[in-house]
């Protein structure tokens, strides 16, 4: 199977401080990353599509200021909450396609949940 | 855009009975369809999926049924045991590498 991992699991950090989250395809190759957000007992809510070697693509709402992706290899994006406020504390997963797949299996990572005090 | 209802919310079933989710999506241009079953404080698990050329795809107890005429897919759960307890969402998306919308996501809880 398809595995991704994601780098921390659980993070606690101060306001105002960044945290940088990582995401792995570990046996595959992935062109394209997804980076979601989920609150307790809700859906996933997709923030940003990230491609490796061009910038990511934001949803309507997220600011990319704050959140920083990139996307340096074909089996590694991060995401970098940057001056973090106790509002951003969440679930936060990735999601990866291999890159010889013609069809949209998303493969997701296990989370990681930020809480910023 | 896309948008993918989910219901019920919250299900309830005893050991051994079937489960049946159903999802309805608005955008006829979706060819996609996943299902995933996520556990608490884990990341979402693909447990299967169909793609629009097909109307039903099965594997083991778990089956899923396409109907593109109505817009609407539904994930079939046979012989429940307590471990199917879990979230299980949804989706839809356009293809390869587009964006997949989820459903607001089920409850499902398996009585013993």
């Known amino acids: 199977g398809a595995v991704v991992s994601q780098h921390p699991s659980r993070v606690i950090c101060k306001s105002g401080t960044s945290v940088k989250i990582e995401c792995r395809s570990l046996d595959f190759q992935a062109t394209t990353m997804f980076w979601y957000r989920q609150f307790p007992k809700k859906s996933l809510m997709l923030m940003a599509t990230?491609?490796?070697?061009?910038?990511?693509?934001?949803e309507q709402g997220v600011e990319k200021d704050k959140f920083l992706i990139n996307h340096a290899s074909l089996t590694l994006s991060t995401l970098t909450v940057t001056s973090a406020h106790p509002e951003d504390s969440s679930f936060y997963i990735c999601?990866?396609?291999?890159?010889?797949?013609?069809?949209?299996?998303?493969?997701f990572g296990p989370g990681t949940r930020l809480t910023v005090l | 855009g896309e948008n993918v209802e989910q219901h019920p919310s919250t299900l309830s079933v005893q050991e051994g009975d079937s489960a049946v989710i159903k999802c309805t999506y608005s955008?006829?241009?979706?060819?996609?369809f996943p299902w995933y079953k996520q556990e608490l404080g884990k990341g979402p698990q693909l447990i299967i999926d169909i793609r629009s050329n097909v109307g039903e795809k099965k594997d083991q107890r778990i089956a899923v049924t396409l109907n593109k005429t109505a817009k609407h897919f539904s994930l079939h759960i046979t012989e429940t045991q307590p471990e199917d307890s879990a979230v299980y969402f949804c989706?839809?998306?356009?293809?390869?590498?587009?964006?997949?919308?989820f459903g607001a996501g089920t409850i499902l809880r398996v009585k013993s």
């Open positions: 990230s491609n490796e070697g061009s910038k990511a693509t934001y």
């Open positions: 989706a839809a998306s356009l293809g390869y590498g587009n964006k997949l919308v």
């Open positions: 955008d006829s241009a979706s060819n996609y």
């Open positions: 999601s990866a396609i291999r890159l010889q797949s013609s069809y949209n299996e998303q493969f």
